[in-house]
């Protein structure tokens, strides 16, 4: 298994030749140029990364905000196998109808330290979904530290969905940061026909007058304990060791989410 180099600043797909000092410039010429289980180094880079439909490899960056993927304009990426995330920020990701941003044909995607920033599923699709009647099967999404943070626009499931199956979705000390500038818009959900495991996670949604649905009523199901939910949230689990309070980040509005010293999540959830 060999590691690839990308900058968008200083890279080239034409005379680079993927090392850390010869980088290439795109994921699309890193993913070409590799194989299965290989990593993609995305160099620290002001310029944003272009996402590509992905397949048994791994991305990575330095640090959580060194590398920026930005899905404007893109959608129906169709995707799969075993995938590795770490310390990316994925923003302006829409989904397409019925077919997500990622379509996602099966798999075990696994994300560390990663940020998902401004996110819609307007019209039934979001980050990620699959569907039968286009050869989507169930896949699986494990998630531990990430942060969800941005504009949402929910039809049916925001962050994940599937039809005609169910799909998976692990949720470990993860957060959810909607604030009073943020807006949520559709009748749907944060997820749509997923079966989800909670634990550990921050949930606050400071707009008090809208409720953020976490999943479509009736469809799927979520099973959790030790999680802070602190906002008005609707079809959330409850379970042991819950809390309510105010979690008190060091400064959430600038994406510090480290609890101060007087949090109430800490000793309570399990962090």
């Known amino acids: 298994m060999a590691t690839y180099y990308i900058n968008m600043d200083s890279g080239s797909d034409s005379t680079g030749t993927g090392t850390a000092l010869l980088p290439w410039k795109t994921i699309s010429k890193a993913y070409s140029m590799s194989t299965t289980g290989d990593t993609i180094y995305l160099q620290a880079s002001s310029g944003l990364y272009v996402p590509v439909g992905i397949y048994n490899r791994t991305l990575t960056a330095a640090s959580l905000g060194s590398a920026v993927i930005d899905g404007t304009g893109l959608n129906s990426l169709a995707s799969g196998g075993t995938v590795y995330v770490n310390n990316l920020k994925l923003q302006n990701m829409v989904g397409a109808y019925e077919a997500g941003f990622f379509k996602m044909y099966g798999g075990t995607w696994t994300f560390t330290n990663t940020q998902f920033h401004n996110y819609s599923d307007p019209s039934n699709g979001g980050i990620f979904y699959s569907r039968d009647g286009w050869g989507g099967s169930s896949y699986t999404l494990n998630m531990t530290r990430c942060f969800f943070t941005g504009n949402i626009t929910a039809t049916f499931g925001a962050i994940a969905g599937s039809y005609s ?33 909670l634990k550990n996670n921050i949930f606050v949604n400071l707009k008090p007058a809208t409720t953020i649905p976490f999943r479509y009523s009736g469809y799927g199901s979520a099973t959790g304990d030790h999680n802070c939910k602190n906002g008005l949230f609707s079809y959330m689990p409850s379970g ?17 989410f480290n609890l101060r010293p007087a949090s109430p999540c800490i000793g309570t959830l399990r962090r």
């Open 165 to 197: 199956h169910s799909s998976y979705v692990n949720l470990c000390n993860c957060v959810f940061y909607h604030q009073t500038t943020d807006s949520f818009s559709g009748v749907g959900a944060l997820f749509f026909n997923i079966v989800a495991t």
């Open 240 to 256: 042991t060791g819950d809390i309510t309070s105010d979690p008190m980040f060091v400064d959430a509005a600038n994406n510090n």
